[in-house]
């Protein structure tokens, strides 16, 4: 019966930490996670931090054109090539529909700037629905973490560097 309890217990807390379409993190565990981080860094432990947010470029318009399950393939293709990834450098977790939180640990922004690996894998990617070949571009933000200002801050500049990576084009890391 405690066994029983126990893989209970694991898969409910499964359910309420990893997003069910694509397997990441959920933005509830990142910010668990980030909170750690924190702390690590505050100590000493960590060494530097990067923040990383991306969003797919124009995934309106895969649902649009392919249908909502085409978008859903694409998410969880992504999510993939994420999961593979990140294992080097550090956490990803699917921040709101298809936008993407990167936390690289122990690494400062130019040494983040690997993200450049997975832009280009991304760039090799096809997902396969429905006899269509569907490829993607993603924007990247990216920015470093300051203790003085705080994870928050430094999730801000990242969003606001994907923004004007959106708005002057597309596809690309801004750092």
């Given at each position: 019966?405690?066994?029983?309890?126990v893989?209970?217990n694991?898969?409910l807390?499964?359910?309420?930490?990893?997003?069910?379409?694509t397997?990441?993190w959920n933005r509830?565990?990142?910010?668990?996670?980030i909170?750690?981080v924190?702390y690590?860094?505050?100590?000493?432990?960590a060494g530097?931090?990067?923040i990383?947010i991306a969003?797919?470029d124009?995934?309106?318009?895969?649902?649009?054109?392919?249908?909502?399950?085409?978008g859903?393939?694409v998410?969880?293709?992504?999510?993939?090539l994420f999961?593979?990834?990140?294992k080097?450098?550090?956490?990803?977790?699917?921040?709101?529909?298809?936008?993407f939180?990167?936390?690289f640990?122990?690494?400062?922004?130019?040494?983040?700037y690997?993200?450049q690996?997975?832009y280009?894998e991304?760039h090799?990617?096809t997902?396969?629905?429905?006899?269509?070949?569907?490829?993607?571009t993603m924007?990247?933000g990216?920015?470093e973490y300051d203790?003085?200002?705080?994870m928050?801050?430094?999730?801000?500049?990242?969003?606001?560097k994907?923004?004007?990576?959106k708005e002057?084009?597309?596809?690309?890391i801004?750092y």
């Amino acid at each position: 019966m405690e066994q029983k309890l126990v893989r209970y217990n694991t898969k409910l807390q499964k359910l309420a930490s990893v997003d069910a379409l694509t397997g990441l993190w959920n933005r509830r565990s990142m910010w668990e996670y980030i909170r750690a981080v924190e702390y690590d860094y505050e100590i000493g432990n960590a060494g530097f931090v990067s923040i990383a947010i991306a969003d797919i470029d124009f995934f309106k318009r895969i649902n649009d054109t392919y249908g909502h399950d085409a978008g859903d393939e694409v998410l969880k293709a992504v999510a993939e090539l994420f999961m593979d990834k990140m294992k080097t450098y550090g956490r990803v977790c699917r921040w709101g529909g298809e936008e993407f939180l990167f936390v690289f640990y122990g690494r400062n922004g130019d040494a983040a700037y690997d993200l450049q690996e997975i832009y280009d894998e991304i760039h090799r990617l096809t997902v396969s629905y429905e006899n269509e070949e569907i490829r993607i571009t993603m924007t990247f933000g990216l920015e470093e973490y300051d203790k003085n200002d705080g994870m928050e801050m430094a999730i801000r500049r990242a969003d606001e560097k994907l923004y004007q990576g959106k708005e002057t084009g597309r596809d690309k890391i801004v750092y």
